[in-house]
């Protein structure tokens, strides 16, 4: 699981979760993870998070895609989506106040117990992600592609 594709416009950011399954059987995945905001040390942030259909970078509603996976997809390249791997879409705004710098995130992804924490780093190494207004950010549901 890894962070791919960011883009900016007007204040607002996007992000993609990327993820692969490397269990040992083909699974299916549908519906919205849960995401908590972390500091460089695993503290938890001030998170607001929200599921919903539409974001700054989704105007048309998303459907929620079954998305299967099966087993054996080559790894998370941050330059190149993987066929057989799902896609996490989040917004948050990037500009304001109540601005946090967000190091890692700790993600469960849909129908899962548990979670794994990863590096809320740019995928270009620019650094960190910052998330203001208090830690708002929009998760759309789980698709088999990236955008």
Do not use: K
């Not at 054996?72 to 989506?81: A, E, I, K, L, Y």
């Amino acid at each position: 699981m890894q962070l791919i594709g960011l883009g900016a416009a007007t204040g607002n950011a996007r992000e993609v979760i990327e993820l692969r399954n490397n269990s040992n059987g083909a699974c299916d995945m549908y519906g919205y993870a849960s995401l908590q905001l972390l500091d460089a040390v695993y503290r938890p942030l001030p998170s607001h998070i929200f599921q919903r259909t539409t974001a700054f970078f989704q105007q048309d509603p998303a459907v929620a895609d079954v998305v299967v996976l099966p087993v054996g997809t080559p790894t998370v390249d941050p330059h190149r989506p993987a066929e057989g791997h799902a896609y996490i879409p989040l917004g948050w705004v990037d500009e304001g106040d109540q601005c946090e710098e967000v190091v890692r995130l700790r993600v469960t992804p849909p129908g899962s117990s548990s979670s794994l924490v990863i590096i809320a780093g740019d995928p270009s190494g620019a650094g960190y992600v910052s998330i203001c207004s208090g830690g708002a950010v929009t998760v759309l549901p789980v698709r088999a592609t990236p955008y």
